[in-house]
């Protein structure tokens, strides 16, 4: 990734998207006409490889790539990689967790769809 170890990145499982949909339909006076950004975990980039190597039992190490790689492999993820550094996500995650408490961390995430090495 062209973000330095330190970036936070904000991220999001599909399940708990779909649980804020069934949030919307179940209390509709609640969520009409009201948008919402979802996040459920906001990790660095050293945190995300300590995770990764927690959950796999492999040890995964970060490094930061410069935005002219990125760019000379995809210009899209280049502007991707150019926003996050700029701006990137702003959620409130706690704020979230008061209508959705168990919104999905990265480690649960991996442990839930299969990544955790047996034994780990």
């Given at each position: 990734?062209?973000?330095?170890?330190?970036?936070?990145?904000?991220?999001?499982?599909?399940?708990?998207?779909?649980?804020?949909?069934?949030?919307?339909?179940?209390?509709?006076?609640?969520?009409?006409?009201?948008?919402?950004?979802?996040?459920?975990?906001?990790?660095?980039?050293?945190?995300?490889?300590?995770?990764?190597?927690?959950?796999?039992?492999?040890?995964?190490?970060?490094?930061?790539?410069?935005?002219?790689?990125?760019r000379a492999f995809?210009?899209?993820?280049?502007?991707l990689s150019e926003?996050?550094?700029?701006?990137?996500?702003?959620?409130?995650?706690?704020?979230?967790?008061?209508?959705?408490?168990?919104?999905?961390?990265?480690?649960?995430?991996?442990?839930?769809?299969?990544?955790?090495?047996?034994?780990?």
């Amino acid at each position: 990734m062209a973000l330095p170890p330190d970036r936070t990145l904000q991220m999001i499982a599909s399940s708990d998207i779909g649980a804020f949909g069934a949030l919307a339909f179940a209390q509709p006076h609640a969520w009409l006409g009201r948008t919402a950004e979802l996040a459920g975990d906001e990790l660095t980039m050293l945190q995300i490889a300590d995770v990764l190597s927690r959950v796999t039992g492999q040890p995964i190490h970060f490094r930061e790539m410069s935005i002219e790689q990125i760019r000379a492999f995809d210009s899209n993820l280049a502007l991707l990689s150019e926003w996050l550094n700029s701006e990137g996500f702003q959620v409130d995650i706690p704020a979230l967790r008061t209508s959705y408490p168990s919104m999905t961390r990265l480690e649960t995430w991996l442990r839930q769809t299969g990544w955790e090495q047996s034994g780990a």
